[in-house]
């Protein structure tokens, strides 16, 4: 495929620009193969001087246009929320304007995409690649115990796909236990450890559901590396992100939860939440419900309320909470997981992290974290966020997992003001890049997927971006200070506010992203 | 005291209401002024001090086996749930706050027995700190267009209405005096803000008693000699805060608005703001909201929804934001009323002299447009608060609204304020506590004949006091948004208005932000003070060593040399030490309390005192700080802080985190 084929037009003059929170700029409209360039005229701009738009063409999820006889106007909902309106002169450029944007946005293709072109002078490609290794993480435990170890059973990503190609797991299982313990659990996601609480040994895991099924299967190995998770006599949670009748009817399907009779050591709790379409139509009831500018009071506050927004994150916050509780509080080892392992579980465990341990509440440890429990962890970035709220294309497999994280740490910053060492312009940096970016960062699905693109040769790391000094100085708290404490949050609805920074219409906090 | 059936009660429990399991066991103490509670555990001994004319309402609930519990509801937005062993002691304290919470006579309210140690100068000086004649003077009346009058010298004319009111120059005393015939209560139209830039001017007045046909010469009068004192426009606003429904009907009685046709050059505007038995339902549904013991998000949202309360607070801030327009932006002076004027007229001209005047933004000017919008001009304080015992259908959060819009203001534009949200509350509290004479009565008449400045202290000089305690240190005065008018965004409304957890959950402090921005500022603005203070000593010290250096430069130069030196790694090493510092006054933040030391304001502080204590979250050095959310009291299991084990069998039931 050729980029050019899909460009019916080049460029348009005369272009008028408007969106909210800037005077409309009259410019020149151009399509490159990942951009739409807008560059207004010089001085017929009064204040605001002159005015450059890139946009990345990733970054649209819808394109509604409206022609008359000899002109029309396009309005391009952004991924990340915006909302841009264009006045084009002409209406067969009108058409062919956006017949050009709907075909480069939906380019499919990873190879094909932004990051694998970019090539700023400034950076080196391969650096940021390797700033989080898991040894790193691995040889901090090692200090503190010998209970754990690292394992390179999934190196060629056979046992897992979606597992990186080393995981840390007990010393006292055998990679030969592991592979059989992988087959017993959805996806080969068999538990791993994702945290190690320095402050009293115990551990957090993680795993998908364990394939137990309407004949409840049973899987000694399974047991085994469970049981050796704890030390003697030590008892352990498990939480699993379902309902107990949910988790109950995955037997049906071959899933599960694991018993108590085949588990004795570990006590189950659910903590349900949320996740894949339902989540996905609650971001966008939210995103209309901001929108419509024309709600009174009384409806908004009911539309926010039935988009249950605010509801997930409530409990994402209190299962997160659960977990933590069970290891600060009960000391008790927790393992965490819903169906695949890959969302919710996900969730929890990385919001735990935040919410215990004082390293990932610094700059350089929340990247670390993103890197270890999202990243590595086989979030399916590609998939869950392929679209965003405005897409009328059907819905596949996308849901703001993802951003319902970022929002928690929001809330956990607005509660404990000086305790995380990064601003929210972080989260909302973080939050554009997921849904289109220049950086590889959060492409494909997994670490496997990320090899075979080459993504780690070929594209640069966000990280080696945000830690350049200029853009970390925007990014740091003013207030920080080191808390080594534990910040529990409230979960009361009235301690939650709802994160309005990527919600507002206002163009205006973008410019700098969009070089505006 | 004769009123006081059992002044002590022993093994009374305190229930914590966020988690219902812990209770603390104590000792509770009923004063002339105060119920005190106070608790058995022997280093803290924490008091929880509740001023009678605070509690605004006591439910005695069925006996249980472990007591007889009592819930206090305060006006402060406090609730307090005890548990009394006996019975009988329990309904003996009820019947003695019942009695308590409800003196008849002014004089059994806080305020004359309230003694904070200042002489009689001291006591003068400090109502002296907010002046009325001061304030007309700053905004530049009286001058050409504007007088003031003494029509209502001794409250002839108007009783609720202050002894002095600013009138147009050309309005004689005949034409007021007719005007006021043709309005309720009497309450003629009379100034209440003048913008110097332009010559405009916002005026209150209460209905006209225009039934469905009568004319009132005079009155017309008023309202042209009010516009001919803007030579800029040729025409005014008036605007009746009232849903235009509620006018309608007040015609059948004889009172209602003003038609057109009748006064020359006005242009008349409905402002739906509700009246304060809808405002008054309107809290108390959202109290209840705030009372729910873990609601989930629907319940919460949906309850605050359906109390209105938000769409409220928007309709005063609308009406507000109409008139400032008007003011600012057209140069077209307004006449507001709604029925008598002194509810939503003065939320309404109050919200607008905010938006207009950045002086209002301060804390001097708050105060003054506090008296001046609603002490002098006669809100009824007494009936609106409850201070005596009196028909509970007066009772309405007026001022309450105010407050909030301030705050919700503050929100919008946290430069532009000079003080912070605590000022507020301390305001909203003390309107509340009768321990300062400001808020008696229901009009300056009244509170002339009590004579109130001799016998009772201003809240505003002790505010004034502990001014420190109240500043924002985001404050900008010369910030373009802070400066002129305040231009609130009016749509979408969808962000804008947002509940005040603050203020309605203002006690229970596990739901709030356990690190203060504000206090942390504060520290920190105190402590560059500081440092450029002793920057400037060190400075001086290094010119004089110079100079001694220079007289000395051929004697003894080297050893000088090595003087300076050590003095200037000194001041550098103390400057490094800061950021050491910062993090100690943060973690000493709580001890910061608003009235720290302060022996006047007892029931406050106490009050201030104890929320710390009782907060093991602010005490930054246990883990419990940062507070912990309990999450596994809501499993069924009950018990244990985590489920017990079950009797061995197995299996699939597990424990439900409900979410």
């Known amino acids: ?516 | 005291m004769e009123h006081i059936r059992m002044p002590k009660v022993e093994n009374v429990r305190l229930i914590d209401r966020i988690s219902s399991r812990k209770a603390v066991l104590g000792t509770l103490y009923l004063t002339a002024t105060h119920v005190i509670f106070v608790e058995n555990v022997s280093e803290t001994r924490k008091e929880t001090w509740v001023l009678h004319s605070q509690i605004s309402s006591i439910e005695k609930q069925a006996t249980t086996a472990t007591g007889c519990p009592l819930l206090i509801r305060c006006k402060n937005f406090q609730i307090i749930q005890l548990i009394i062993p006996q019975e009988r002691d329990c309904h003996d304290v009820y019947i003695s706050l019942i009695r308590l919470a409800r003196p008849v006579k002014y004089e059994e309210l806080y305020c004359f027995s309230f003694n904070p140690k200042l002489d009689k100068e001291e006591r003068e000086q400090g109502w002296k700190l907010v002046g009325l004649k001061e304030e007309y003077n700053r905004m530049g009346v009286p001058n050409n267009y504007w007088q003031i009058s003494d029509v209502n010298r001794d409250y002839q004319v108007c009783d609720s209405y202050p002894a002095e009111v600013y009138v147009p120059k050309s309005a004689t005393a005949h034409v007021i005096v007719g005007s006021s015939k043709f309005r309720s209560r009497r309450r003629f139209p009379a100034l209440s803000y003048y913008c110097k830039d332009n010559n405009a001017s916002i005026c209150r007045s209460s209905q006209p008693l225009s039934g469905f046909s009568a004319r009132c010469l005079e009155d017309e009068q008023m309202l042209q000699a009010i516009r001919k004192a803007n030579p800029g426009s040729n025409f005014i606003y008036v605007v009746d805060t009232r849903p235009k429904l509620n006018a309608m009907a007040n015609r059948a009685a004889g009172k209602g608005y003003e038609n057109e046709d009748n006064y020359s050059n006005i242009k008349f505007q409905f402002i739906g703001i509700e009246n304060i038995h809808v405002m008054r339902s309107s809290l108390q549904k959202m109290l209840e909201v705030c009372e729910l013991r873990s609601p989930s998000m629907s319940d919460f949202l949906w309850g605050l929804e359906n109390s209105g309360w938000l769409k409220h607070i928007k309709a005063i801030m609308d009406a507000g934001i109409f008139i400032a327009k008007a003011v600012a932006e057209e140069g077209v002076s307004v006449l507001v009323h709604c029925s008598d004027g002194w509810d939503r007229t003065a939320q309404v001209c109050s919200v607008a002299s905010l938006l207009l005047d950045p002086f209002y933004r301060t804390m001097k000017g708050f105060m003054v447009l506090i008296e001046k919008d609603w002490v002098s001009f006669g809100h009824k304080f007494n009936h609106r608060y409850g201070n005596l015992d009196g028909d509970p259908k007066e009772i309405s959060p007026v001022i309450d609204q105010f407050i909030e819009c301030v705050w919700q203001l503050m929100e919008q534009f946290p430069c532009a304020f000079e003080f912070n949200e605590r000022f507020l509350i301390h305001i909203q509290h003390h309107i509340y506590s009768c321990q300062f004479g400001n808020f008696l009565c229901n009009s300056q008449k009244e509170r002339r004949e009590l004579k109130i400045q001799e016998r009772t202290y201003s809240l505003w000089a002790h505010l004034w006091k502990n001014r420190a305690d109240y500043m924002n240190p985001l404050y900008r005065e010369d910030h373009s948004q802070t400066q002129g008018t305040l231009r609130p965004q009016t749509a979408p409304c969808n962000f804008l208005y947002k509940f005040w957890n603050g203020m309605y959950n203002r006690f229970e402090k596990g739901m709030h932000p356990r690190q203060s921005v504000t206090d942390y500022l504060m520290a920190v603005k105190e402590e560059t003070q500081q440092l450029e203070e002793e920057l400037e000593v060190l400075e001086e010290r290094l010119a004089e060593l110079k100079k001694v250096q220079l007289n000395n430069r051929k004697q003894n130069s080297k050893q000088q040399d090595r003087n300076k030196h050590i003095e200037l790694s000194t001041s550098n090493n103390s400057i490094a030490n800061t950021p050491q510092d910062y993090s100690s006054n943060v973690k000493s933040f709580p001890s910061r309390s608003p009235s720290q030391g302060d022996e006047e304001d007892s029931a406050l502080i106490l009050t201030q005192d104890n929320l710390k204590s009782s907060d093991p979250d602010l005490s930054a050095t246990s883990d419990q700080e940062s507070g912990v959310e309990d999450l596994s009291c809501r499993s069924p299991s009950g018990g244990g802080c985590l489920p017990s084990e079950d009797s061995g069998k197995d299996s699939d039931e597990a424990v439900f985190l409900t979410v």
Request: proline content about 5%; some cysteine.
């Open chain 1, 1 to 516: 495929m050729e980029f050019a084929e899909l460009i019916k037009i080049a460029k348009v003059e005369n272009v008028q620009l408007s969106c909210p929170g800037l005077l409309p700029v009259k410019g020149t409209l151009c399509i490159t193969s990942h951009h739409l360039l807008l560059s207004s005229q010089p001085g017929g701009n009064g204040e605001q001087g002159m005015v450059e738009l890139w946009l990345l063409l990733r970054n649209i999820d819808a394109v509604e246009k409206r022609v008359a006889s000899s002109s029309g106007s396009i309005t391009l909902k952004c991924k990340d929320l915006k909302v841009l309106q264009l006045e084009i002169p002409g209406m067969e450029e009108c058409l062919n304007i956006s017949r050009s944007i709907e075909a480069l946005s939906s380019v499919e293709s990873v190879m094909m995409m932004y990051p694998f072109f970019y090539r700023p002078q400034s950076m080196k490609l391969k650096d940021g690649w390797q700033l989080y290794p898991l040894q790193h993480y691995y040889q901090q435990i090692a200090t503190e115990t010998t209970a754990w170890r690292l394992s390179c059973v999934n190196g060629e990503f056979t046992v897992c796909p979606s597992y990186p190609a080393a995981v840390i797991v007990p010393t006292a299982v055998d990679d030969n236990t592991l592979k059989k313990a992988a087959r017993f659990h959805q996806g080969g996601r068999f538990p791993i450890l994702s945290y190690y609480h320095k402050k009293n040994g115990t551990v957090l895991l993680r795993s998908s559901q364990p394939l137990i099924g309407p004949n409840r299967k049973r899987c000694p190995e399974d047991e085994q590396l469970l049981s050796a998770a704890l030390n003697r006599g030590e008892r352990g949670f498990i939480i699993d992100t379902r309902s107990a009748q949910a988790a109950k009817q995955a037997r049906m399907m071959g899933g599960g939860t694991e018993s108590k009779s085949s588990y004795p050591c570990w006590r189950r709790l659910h903590g349900p939440l949320e996740r894949g379409r339902p989540l996905q139509e609650s971001f966008i009831k939210l995103v209309e419900a901001c929108n419509d500018t024309s709600l009174s009071m009384d409806r908004w506050l009911s539309k926010l309320e039935s988009s249950k927004w605010l509801a997930h994150l409530k409990g994402a916050l209190s299962t997160a909470c659960l977990a933590a509780q069970c290891m600060e509080r009960e000391e008790a080892c927790v393992l965490v997981h819903g169906a695949e392992g890959t969302d919710t579980t996900l969730l929890v465990t990385a919001l735990a992290q935040v919410i215990l341990d004082p390293e990932c509440r610094t700059l350089t440890g929340f990247q670390g974290l993103l890197e270890r429990e999202w990243i590595k962890a086989g979030h399916p970035f590609h998939f869950r966020c392929a679209r965003s709220a405005y897409s009328h294309a059907r819905l596949k497999q996308e849901a703001p997992i993802f951003l319902l994280f970022l929002d928690c740490v929001w809330q956990l910053g607005r509660q404990f003001p000086f305790s995380l060492e990064f601003n929210e312009h972080l989260l909302l940096v973080l939050f554009e890049h997921t849904y289109a970016s220049s950086y590889g960062t959060f492409l494909c699905n997994s670490e496997k997927e990320r090899c075979l693109c080459e993504v780690k040769e070929k594209t640069h790391s966000l990280w080696s971006w945000l830690n350049q000094p200029s853009q970390q100085k925007k990014h740091l708290n003013p207030l920080y200070t080191y808390n080594a404490l534990v910040i529990w949050p409230s979960v009361e609805p009235q301690s939650l506010q709802l994160w309005q920074d990527p919600l507002t219409l206002d163009i205006r906090p973008r410019f700098k992203q969009w070089g505006l």
